[in-house]
């Protein structure tokens, strides 16, 4: 090693919870710059995580880093925010930096339009000077040509010439052009009526506005309370201190609606959306955008939380208990939490909204350490619209019927009549769940998952929900022959059709994962909507948040009873807020809102508390329940699933894992093995470890020895294994 040479410590994508060394003689190197360094045979981009000044590799053994990139992509609080994630989640350090790098950036292709330039050429740019320029640079003599007309932007050249960045810097070199950083103007857009605040509104924004620093504030509003106001009001106030704001949405299907709500306030502000519709180039951009603090406002689903931003002020999360915060493969994070560090270690508010607070979220309003704020909305924020009311209907007494019923069909009619929209949510897609041979019961299963397969009319399909495995709809019978198959339950498909026979001339809309595939599909949805060409709505979840529909008076739930009665512990909670959520959807305007429920179990707790908008009684309810049972949010929680094509395969890694167990000194129970619900997904079988420890620091303490033990057992090469901290699924 020469005395001008570093030892560089570099995060790759490697699954061990580990740092390489590297050597590097560059003097400015800098800690979250990335680099390209030879791994094995290979080359991996990674980051630059800290300086050693010894390594325990021998330093003649130590390689060099083969490219380092001007380009610093995490700051140290980042890093550090980073390195906190993957000791919480147990996951390795390297594998937790590299899930949060733009996949342009790891596909080593991040040189695009990092700000966009107005490229200009000066006056000695002629055409003999064009004539004159060497005859094998084809592409360099057409970006000079194509100059010569006039001055142009980045982005517009690309569609000329790819990748045209070095070229400018050439000519610009050659005094030809110059460049400018090219300015966003948004002058088509109009901003938009600022509605006035009611009274419960403006003391939340005032109470967050006069407090400084970080504080965790749980702002608790009923459905159409109006949180989004309080939002765009806090930003608005961030802006002016040239400050950025960063707001998390549970899924894809929100930020729609949510930008161009936020354009039309903020017309002439930066505005950039993180989601997983974008495309690698577009994200790229964006977090380029936010990073640079170009970006005054950004808007982004679960990753967006590990965005570097520049002037970051204040962190939004919406509905907040929304489960598709928490990620659920690879490194599984909740972005909520996240959110909640991150804004502890930058020293900044962070808001998080909700209609149904979660059960961890509301045990935090009530106790005294990592206490949150509580904020109370019980207004809805147009003070003539009321809350909806919510009766039962038990199902027909014929039990096989799956009809409905002939109240809910008047309550249809009678909305078209008054040409107002219905809306009916069936957390189920497909035609029918189930199909069965009348003669010897047999049914389709997907043969890579312990599950039944779905029935999709449309497509004359039989489909897996577990793995998209697809199979052609069969005729007959394969175990007895008979021809007669008959599909039970319903999906989204099959209300569909259904509605469509009872109401021939409504306009029928299904929106569910199977027709909303596309960021187009689900603006379409919106503009028919709010056009008033829908008469009947038919979807899943995806249809229960966020959608504001002026005309809709009526919600229908169906076929929920099975989610009363689940396994998982969480069932209820989920249940209650989804709908509320849906339910809300109602009577957001001047019209009334209905909803009816259709249920077996009219006396099920739940709906009594449903019926009264009662959410804090229903959530002390479940509380007292969880703290008997001594579970989540009273205890804490860790899952391990192995799995393996080969059964005999987990099963050994399991009991070598579980006799690593006993070697630790621990408090912490554990129950195990055990199979999940789904048994075999995709073709692995799977067992599981649950863990389960009264004291946070205890439980960690334990998983941190207990998983550095089973990584050296030599079973784990001949399985998969993931660690789920905080897991919401069962
Ligand atoms: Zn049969
Ligand atoms: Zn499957």
Same mark, same amino acid.
């Given at each position: 090693?020469?005395?001008?040479?570093?030892?560089?410590?570099?995060?790759?994508?490697?699954?061990?919870?580990?740092?390489?060394?590297?050597?590097?003689n560059d003097?400015?190197?800098?800690?979250?710059?990335?680099?390209?360094?030879?791994?094995?045979?290979?080359?991996?981009?990674?980051?630059?995580?800290?300086?050693?000044?010894?390594?325990?590799?021998?330093?003649?053994? &130590?390689?060099?880093?083969?490219?380092?990139?001007?380009?610093?992509?995490?700051?140290?609080r980042?890093?550090?925010?980073?390195?906190?994630?993957?000791?919480?989640?147990?996951?390795?350090?390297?594998?937790?930096?590299?899930?949060?790098?733009? /996949?342009?950036?790891?596909?080593?292709?991040?040189?695009?339009?990092?700000?966009?330039?107005?490229?200009?050429?000066?006056?000695?740019?002629?055409?003999?000077?064009?004539?004159?320029?060497?005859?094998?640079?084809?592409? &360099?003599?057409?970006?000079?040509?194509?100059?010569?007309?006039?001055?142009?932007?980045?982005?517009?050249?690309?569609?000329?010439?790819?990748?045209?960045?070095?070229?400018?810097?050439?000519?610009?070199?050659?005094?030809?052009c110059?460049?400018?950083?090219?300015?966003?103007?948004?002058?088509?857009?109009?901003?938009e009526?600022?509605?006035? &605040?009611?009274s419960?509104?403006?003391?939340?924004?005032?109470?967050?506005?006069?407090?400084?620093?970080?504080?965790?504030?749980?702002?608790?509003?009923?459905?159409?309370?109006?949180?989004?106001?309080?939002?765009?009001?806090?930003?608005?106030?961030?802006?002016?201190?040239?400050?950025?704001?960063?707001?998390?949405?549970?899924?894809?299907?929100?930020?729609?609606?949510?930008?161009?709500?936020?354009?039309? =306030?903020?017309?002439?502000?930066?505005?950039?959306?993180?989601?997983?519709?974008?495309?690698?180039?577009?994200?790229?951009?964006?977090?380029?955008?936010?990073?640079?603090?170009?970006?005054?406002?950004?808007?982004?689903?679960?990753?967006?939380?590990?965005?570097? %931003?520049?002037?970051?002020?204040?962190?939004?999360?919406?509905?907040?208990?929304?489960?598709?915060?928490?990620?659920?493969?690879?490194?599984?994070?909740?972005?909520?939490?996240?959110?909640?560090?991150?804004?502890?270690?930058?020293?900044?508010?962070?808001?998080?909204?909700?209609?149904?607070?979660?059960?961890?979220?509301?045990?935090?309003?009530?106790?005294?350490?990592?206490?949150?704020?509580y904020?109370?909305?019980?207004k809805?924020?147009?003070?003539?619209?009321?809350?909806?009311?919510?009766?039962?209907?038990?199902?027909?007494?014929?039990?096989?019927?799956?009809?409905?019923?002939q109240?809910?069909?008047?309550?249809?009619?009678? #909305?078209?009549? +008054?040409?107002?929209?219905?809306l009916?949510?069936?957390? =189920?897609?497909?035609?029918?769940?189930? &199909?069965?041979?009348?003669?010897?019961?047999?049914?389709?299963?997907?043969?890579?998952?312990?599950?039944?397969?779905?029935?999709h #009319?449309?497509?004359? +399909?039989?489909?897996?929900?577990?793995?998209?495995?697809?199979?052609?709809?069969?005729?007959?019978?394969?175990?007895?022959?008979?021809?007669?198959?008959?599909?039970?339950?319903?999906?989204?498909?099959?209300?569909?059709?259904?509605?469509?026979?009872?109401?021939?001339?409504a306009?029928?809309?299904?929106?569910?994962?199977?027709?909303?595939?596309?960021?187009k599909?689900?603006?379409?949805?919106?503009?028919?909507?709010?056009?008033?060409?829908?008469?009947?709505?038919?979807?899943?979840?995806?249809?229960?948040?966020?959608?504001?529909?002026?005309?809709?008076?009526?919600?229908?739930?169906?076929?929920?009873?099975?989610?009363?009665?689940?396994?998982?512990?969480?069932?209820?909670? #989920?249940?209650?807020?989804?709908?509320?959520?849906?339910?809300?959807?109602?009577? #957001?305007?001047?019209?009334?809102?209905?909803?009816?429920?259709?249920?077996?179990?009219?006396?099920?707790?739940?709906?009594?508390?449903?019926?009264?908008?009662?959410f804090?009684?229903?959530?002390?309810?479940?509380?007292?329940?969880?703290?008997?049972?001594?579970?989540?949010?009273?205890?804490?929680?860790?899952?391990?699933?192995?799995? /393996?094509?080969?059964?005999?395969?987990?099963?050994?890694?399991?009991?070598?894992?579980?006799?690593?167990?006993?070697?630790?000194?621990?408090?912490?129970?554990?129950?195990?093995?055990?199979?999940?619900?789904?048994?075999?997904?995709?073709?692995?079988?799977?067992?599981?470890? %649950?863990?389960?420890?009264?004291?946070?620091?205890?439980?960690?303490?334990?998983?941190?020895?207990?998983m550095?033990?089973?990584?050296?057992?030599?079973?784990? +090469?001949?399985?998969?294994?993931?660690?789920?901290?905080?897991?919401?699924?069962?």
């Amino acid at each position: 090693m020469k005395s001008s040479e570093k030892i560089i410590n570099v995060a790759l994508n490697v699954p061990v919870n580990e740092l390489f060394d590297y050597l590097s003689n560059d003097e400015d190197i800098q800690i979250g710059q990335y680099v390209k360094v030879p791994f094995g045979r290979r080359n991996l981009i990674g980051i630059v995580y800290s300086f050693a000044s010894s390594s325990k590799v021998e330093k003649n053994k &130590l390689k060099k880093i083969s490219y380092i990139d001007s380009e610093v992509l995490f700051d140290k609080r980042l890093l550090k925010l980073l390195s906190f994630v993957s000791s919480y989640y147990h996951y390795p350090i390297g594998q937790t930096i590299m899930s949060v790098v733009p /996949a342009r950036i790891k596909q080593d292709k991040s040189h695009i339009n990092r700000i966009e330039l107005l490229i200009q050429p000066t006056e000695t740019l002629t055409q003999e000077v064009i004539n004159a320029l060497p005859k094998r640079q084809v592409r &360099l003599r057409k970006l000079a040509q194509k100059l010569l007309e006039g001055p142009i932007r980045q982005s517009n050249l690309s569609k000329t010439i790819s990748s045209p960045l070095p070229l400018i810097k050439v000519l610009e070199k050659a005094n030809l052009c110059t460049t400018l950083e090219w300015q966003l103007k948004s002058d088509s857009l109009s901003a938009e009526a600022i509605p006035k &605040l009611n009274s419960e509104q403006e003391i939340v924004i005032s109470k967050i506005l006069n407090h400084n620093g970080y504080k965790a504030w749980l702002v608790h509003g009923v459905t159409g309370s109006g949180k989004t106001e309080i939002y765009l009001n806090l930003i608005e106030k961030l802006l002016k201190k040239n400050l950025q704001s960063l707001i998390l949405v549970p899924e894809i299907n929100l930020t729609p609606q949510l930008e161009s709500r936020f354009l039309r =306030r903020f017309y002439d502000k930066k505005i950039v959306v993180l989601h997983s519709f974008l495309s690698d180039r577009e994200r790229l951009k964006h977090w380029q955008q936010a990073k640079s603090g170009e970006a005054d406002i950004v808007i982004g689903t679960r990753l967006a939380i590990f965005t570097p %931003i520049k002037n970051l002020g204040l962190i939004i999360v919406d509905e907040e208990h929304d489960a598709s915060f928490k990620q659920q493969e690879g490194l599984r994070y909740h972005a909520r939490d996240v959110a909640l560090v991150r804004g502890k270690e930058l020293n900044i508010p962070v808001v998080m909204g909700t209609a149904t607070p979660s059960l961890e979220s509301w045990l935090n309003t009530k106790q005294t350490v990592e206490k949150f704020d509580y904020l109370r909305l019980t207004k809805r924020a147009i003070s003539e619209a009321k809350l909806p009311s919510i009766k039962l209907i038990p199902y027909a007494k014929d039990k096989y019927s799956t009809r409905l019923s002939q109240e809910l069909l008047k309550a249809i009619e009678e #909305r078209i009549k +008054k040409r107002q929209q219905v809306l009916i949510f069936i957390n =189920r897609r497909g035609y029918a769940p189930v &199909l069965v041979c009348t003669s010897c019961g047999w049914t389709p299963k997907c043969h890579r998952c312990s599950a039944k397969l779905v029935y999709h #009319r449309q497509q004359n +399909k039989l489909r897996c929900h577990h793995c998209d495995h697809q199979q052609v709809m069969i005729s007959q019978c394969p175990d007895c022959g008979n021809l007669d198959l008959l599909p039970l339950g319903k999906g989204t498909q099959r209300l569909e059709d259904e509605l469509e026979n009872y109401f021939p001339k409504a306009s029928i809309l299904r929106v569910d994962r199977d027709t909303m595939r596309s960021k187009k599909a689900l603006n379409d949805l919106y503009t028919k909507v709010n056009e008033g060409d829908v008469d009947i709505l038919v979807g899943t979840q995806i249809l229960s948040k966020g959608h504001d529909f002026k005309n809709l008076s009526l919600v229908i739930i169906l076929e929920i009873d099975h989610a009363l009665y689940s396994t998982n512990f969480r069932s209820t909670e #989920r249940i209650f807020s989804q709908l509320t959520q849906v339910s809300g959807r109602s009577g #957001r305007a001047l019209i009334e809102g209905d909803v009816l429920i259709q249920t077996n179990f009219p006396n099920h707790p739940i709906f009594h508390y449903l019926k009264n908008h009662d959410f804090s009684g229903y959530a002390d309810l479940l509380l007292e329940e969880r703290k008997q049972m001594n579970l989540i949010p009273y205890s804490y929680m860790a899952i391990l699933t192995v799995q /393996a094509k080969a059964f005999s395969c987990v099963e050994e890694f399991i009991d070598k894992a579980i006799a690593e167990i006993g070697k630790i000194k621990t408090e912490v129970n554990f129950f195990g093995p055990v199979r999940p619900t789904l048994e075999r997904l995709k073709g692995f079988e799977r067992v599981q470890i %649950i863990f389960q420890s009264n004291d946070r620091n205890d439980l960690h303490r334990f998983l941190g020895q207990w998983m550095n033990a089973i990584q050296n057992l030599t079973e784990i +090469k001949r399985v998969k294994f993931s660690l789920d901290v905080d897991p919401i699924d069962f």
